[in-house]
Every structure is written in C-alpha cells, then in structure tokens.
Nanobody
Framework: VQLQAFGGGLVQTGGSLRLSCAAS????????IAWFRQAPGKEREGVSC???????HYIASVKDRFTISRDNAKNTVYLQMNSLKPEDTAVYYC?????????WGQGTQVTVSS
C-alpha cells in the first residue's frame, strides 16, 4: 500500500491550492480516504474525508472553503483548498485505514502567508 501526497506550496492569504493523493496497492474504489494536517507545535487533526460512495465530511474550520473529491480511474483523491488562511499552514497528509492499521502518505507542506 502506498499513498503519495503532493501539491503543497506557498500561497498568500485568500489563495488556492489543490492537493493530490495518489494511491496504489489496494482496491482504491472501495475505501475511504482522509486528509489530515499538522501545524508546528500542534497535534495532527483530521480535515476531511471521502468514502467509497463519495460521501464527504469536513471539520468546521474548512467547511465551505475546502472540497474533497476522488477519481477512481486515477486512484487519486484531491483536496481543493480555497480562501486559504494563515491558520491553514501545516503539513498535509492523506491517510487510509485498511486491514486494521493506518497508512499515511509522506505529507506535503502548505504555507499561507499573511
């Protein structure tokens, strides 16, 4: 099982980024995928997730700004992030729970300047 997150970068307040999570090694279309983030000095927090039926969930602080989606043909989950704020600065990880354990991508840095 492999998860590879990319698409982070440096953006100004109000800007946008799209993160991608490319997955392999499992039946991608049958599992939920989640995005987490970890800011410096803070605990990792769940941001959003999408299930196999395209049902989605967001934490309150990103709702109406972030959109999660999946392309099963490409084994990829996306996180479109709009109206970015400095408090969104963090390393973003995609994650999968499979066969009793968590799998994590390597993380991609998102930095929002004020």
């Amino acid at each position: 099982v492999q998860l590879q997150a990319f698409g982070g970068g440096l953006v100004q307040t109000g800007g946008s980024l799209r993160l991608s999570c490319a997955a392999s090694g499992f039946a991608f279309d049958t599992y939920a995928i989640a995005w987490f983030r970890q800011a410096p000095g803070k605990e990792r927090e769940g941001v959003s997730c999408i299930n196999r039926f395209d049902g989605t969930h967001y934490i309150a602080s990103v709702k109406d700004r972030f959109t999660i989606s999946r392309d099963n043909a490409k084994n990829t989950v996306y996180l479109q992030m709009n109206s970015l704020k400095p408090e969104d600065t963090a390393v973003y990880y995609c994650s999968l729970f499979l066969r009793g354990r968590d799998y994590w991508g390597q993380g991609t840095q998102v930095t929002v300047s004020s």
